[in-house]
């Protein structure tokens, strides 16, 4: 058959790992589109945690005890930033600090953020193509009991420990997908929304501009993959958040978050008991192990996405 | 007695022994004052070689080996910029790497490069104070046979192989020297120039707006210590230099260019010969084995040239 074209929407590790399995089946034809919100600055560098972890994971140098990371990162450039006084609570490796210098670099030159991405993703070896979702800033701000706080500050430095209350996008609104972005969802045969975080992660990139709009208007069918097994998130705040935010953490809960925007949800086989429900708010349910353990673990989920799609290569 | 006062002019690697040695018999009395002529600019990141050398050998973390860059340092960001097809012929080693991150980003929140010298020597524990001639951008460029070269593409991508036909450094003109480098020279004992380069580490710091003249006017002794010994130089390309410049290397030769600011002149035993031919410049004559191959060495030529100054501690 011809080539399938899909882009998958993913944060931080999670998404990586489907992306991977994608990226096994679709080789070049996969668009992995990443989440942009985590990104801040740290001395002076533009730091991109879901699409260094996406990049990473892709171009097959992720640390795989961590998800994230270059495998077998030192971090001696970090030590010496102690030394110097520098609080080091975001742990930066020696050859990670290289893609934020070289990053901020290009940046600094001139170049888009899609550009940049390109060229880092296409020289570490990535065979999937990888975009920012927009070239503007957009930052997450988590809303907690404690007050408002940037996302890594949330996230890395205060562990996900203050209670969430809510969450802004800002500059999201203003920002646009870019024309890569708008192109690759124009041609896509499918749309899959991993299972990243959907506050975090997913949404996000769903505030920028009209994103929403453009996947609810496409005829290719949209197709989300959870991220919650059990009423437990696999890694990560997913389902601390839901019960802080007040509502039970499930798949069914991640499902309705997107009911607008996708066709079919794939969810796992012991949450099977959700399939009626999941199918009530008027989607395809596709069950499965959506554990990723290993490579042919993560190419076992990509499979099912594609063919919970109809769009099998 | 009471406090010594003293200021060294340094450039790199010849210019930290002696200051080394120096801050062995002073400590806190000694001002050390750096050339930022080979100043530049990689990946976005302001790099002060000599700076950087002058301030891991004051606070005892210097390669031994080599001189310049942090002892034990390892290279693992180089070895990604090299991935992502960066040319890598500057050796940044990951603990280098780090200070070149943390003094970039304190310049741009507009901190003074003498404000950033300061903190970072301070926090790695320099007893010497460390100061840049001056806060503005003075960059020496190298007049080649080839053309003009910026100083690093000459030094290290060319590996001082063009042949020399002359100097400049660019902004030194407008630039002035700072406030605390002044206050340091109007209350100093005595002011001494390193055994370093004269062309590329000395004069750069000498053509830093009025700083020649103010030399010149200094009541303080002002004492310089030979580079060249036995017609050759003990490290870099300062012989090699005076050749392609038409001059025989000497000790004498280097006299010369200091003889409108020095009282006295510190040569070594091996060059006793030329001891008349420096008095006849109207200059004090000190000789002394100059070669410092460990710290007791280095305490040693600290200790002739303060003696030399008539200021001994």
């Not at 997107?258 to 989607?283: M, N, Q, S, W």
């Not at 042919?296 to 990509?302: D, P």
Request: charged share 20%; glycine share 10%; hydrophobic share 50%.
């Amino acid at each position: 058959m011809a080539e399938v074209r899909v882009v998958l929407l993913a944060g931080g590790v999670g998404g990586a790992k489907v992306a991977e399995g994608l990226q096994q089946l679709l080789g070049e034809a996969l668009t992995v589109v990443g989440n942009v919100g985590d990104d801040f600055e740290l001395w002076g560098l533009t730091i991109c945690p879901d699409l260094d972890t996406l990049m990473y994971t892709l171009a097959g140098v992720a640390n795989p005890e961590t998800g994230w990371g270059v495998a077998g990162d030192t971090f001696a450039a970090l030590g010496m930033l102690a030394r110097y006084g520098e609080e080091v609570w975001f742990r930066l490796g020696d050859q990670d600090l290289a893609t934020h210098v070289l990053r901020t670099a290009l940046l600094r030159r001139g170049w888009r953020l899609t550009e940049v991405t390109a060229h880092l993703a296409g020289q570490l070896g990535a065979r999937a193509r990888l975009l920012p979702v927009t070239d503007a800033p957009v930052r997450t701000r988590v809303i907690t009991d404690g007050g408002e706080l940037a996302f890594q500050e949330y996230f890395v430095r205060r562990k996900c420990r203050p209670a969430v209350r809510g969450f802004r996008f800002a500059g999201a609104a203003e920002a646009r997908p870019t024309p890569e972005v708008s192109d690759a969802l124009m041609s896509a045969d499918a749309v899959v929304i991993a299972p990243s975080n959907p506050f975090v992660s997913v949404e996000p990139m769903l505030a920028v501009g009209d994103m929403r709009a453009r996947l609810h208007a496409l005829s290719a069918p949209v197709i989300a993959v959870t991220p919650i097994v059990g009423g437990e998130a696999i890694k990560g705040p997913t389902a601390k958040m839901f019960r802080e935010l007040g509502e039970k953490p499930s798949a069914l809960a991640v499902a309705r978050r997107y009911a607008d925007i996708i066709d079919a949800f794939v969810l796992d086989t012991r949450d099977a008991h959700l399939v009626p429900a999941v199918e009530a708010l008027g989607l395809r349910a596709v069950t499965t192990d959506t554990l990723m353990f290993d490579p042919e673990g993560r190419r076992r989920v990509a499979l099912v996405t594609l063919e919970a799609a109809e769009v099998v290569p």
